[in-house]
T-cell receptor, first 109, second 113 residues
Framework: GQNIDQPTEMTATEGAIVQINCTYQTSGFNGLFWYQQHAGEAPTFLSYNVLDGLEEKGRFSSFLSRSKGYSYLLLKELQMKDSASYLCAVRDSNYQLIWGAGTKLIIKP | IAGITQAPTSQILAAGRRMTLRCTQDMRHNAMYWYRQDLGLGLRLIHYSNTAGTTGKGEVPDGYSVSRANTDDFPLTLASAVPSQTSVYFC????????????FGPGTRLTVL
């Protein structure tokens, strides 16, 4: 079967750095997405990786290793507004997105 | 309209009733999707449409039907609602560009009693 694993919950301090990991086992790979979802709201797109390596976008970076079936989302200079769930999703061989259950990130002052 | 809209925002429904969730996008995206989101689970695909006039089944299609008469609208119908269909429903569309990123509507919170 297909599987996306992420930690259920993480806690970090305002101003710090946090890394959210995602491991996947899917039938085929056609890209990996990270989305942010605030409570009661829709998921919003953060980043996309299809090749190995690091993609940087402001305070957020995303890394991919296809050989290891592994990605992480790195958030720097954490702000209170970063408190949200972070969803990892992989596009499989059928070109459908397979979603992880999400990591709830709690930011403390 | 800007992006994707969904209606209603929330609904409480008696079991056995028929219900249609509406989704409209103004981005001229070809592909559209319906997901449900339940606590502790990832988003699960119900149905999708790659272009107007075509639809396909996702991971959890039973009890749901869709139609795609035009590019903008993609309604989801529950023919006879059951309590296990209590969930938050998200509609999404994708741009068909290199990343084919999906963009989500605000969601419909449905409770079936």
């Amino acid at each position: 079967g297909q599987n996306i694993d992420q930690p259920t919950e993480m806690t970090a301090t305002e101003g710090a750095i946090v890394q959210i990991n995602c491991t996947y086992q899917t039938s085929g790979f056609n890209g990996l997405f990270w989305y942010q979802q605030h409570a009661g709201e829709a998921p919003t797109f953060l980043s996309y990786n299809v090749l190995d390596g690091l993609e940087e976008k402001g305070r957020f970076s995303s890394f991919l290793s296809r050989s290891k079936g592994y990605s992480y989302l790195l958030l720097k200079e954490l702000q209170m507004k970063d408190s949200a769930s972070y969803l990892c999703a992989v596009r499989d061989s059928n070109y459908q997105l397979i979603w992880g259950a999400g990591t709830k990130l709690i930011i403390k002052p | 309209i800007a992006g994707i809209t969904q209606a209603p925002t929330s609904q409480i429904l008696a079991a056995g009733r028929r219900m249609t969730l509406r989704c409209t996008q103004d981005m001229r995206h070809n592909a559209m999707y319906w997901y449900r989101q339940d606590l502790g689970l990832g988003l699960r695909l119900i149905h999708y449409s790659n272009t107007a006039g075509t639809t396909g089944k996702g991971e959890v299609p039973d009890g749901y039907s869709v139609s795609r008469a035009n590019t903008d609208d993609f309604p989801l119908t529950l023919a006879s609602a059951v309590p296990s269909q209590t969930s938050v429903y998200f509609c999404a569309s994708s741009d068909g560009q290199d990343t084919d990123t999906q963009y989500f509507g605000p969601g419909t919170r449905l409770t079936v009693l």
